[in-house]
């Protein structure tokens, strides 16, 4: 059983930086991409990065593009979000996400990852 587990999220003011930590077990991890996606109160889950099985693509979500950096490091089997110069607007619940697929292509859509973390808080005051 997949197991993914977040921390690092909590209050910050707007402008503020916060790093997101994503510690994975139960399978080969360095075989999957992972995603972060996130959910507002009221609001769907919307996809926020994800990064290829070996690091070498990202992709970002217009909204974060140029304020957040995913990286992975296949020998600790971690995933992180670095977010810098955070808004009211990025405060939701952030989820750390396994794609399905064995070495899959990149995906934003949530229907493609199968196991997913608790999710950690971040909130951005103004």
């Known amino acids: 059983q997949v197991q993914l587990v977040e921390s690092g999220g909590g209050l910050v003011q707007a402008g503020g930086s916060l790093r997101l930590s994503c510690a994975a077990s139960?399978?080969?991890?360095?075989?999957?991409?992972m995603g972060w996606l996130r959910q507002a109160p009221g609001k769907e889950r919307e996809f926020v990065a994800s990064?290829?099985?070996?690091?070498?693509?990202?992709y970002y979500a217009d909204a974060v593009k140029g304020r957040f950096t995913i990286s992975r490091d296949n020998a600790k089997n971690t995933v992180s979000l670095q977010m810098n110069s955070l808004r009211p607007e990025d405060t939701a619940v952030y989820y750390c996400?396994?794609?399905?697929?064995?070495?899959?292509?990149?995906?934003?859509?949530?229907?493609?990852?199968?196991?997913w973390g608790q999710g950690t808080q971040v909130t951005v005051s103004s």
């Open positions: 990064i290829s099985w070996n690091g070498g693509s990202t």
């Open positions: 139960g399978r080969t991890f360095s075989n999957y991409a």
């Open positions: 996400a396994s794609d399905r697929t064995f070495r899959a292509a990149l995906s934003e859509r949530a229907s493609a990852y199968n196991y």
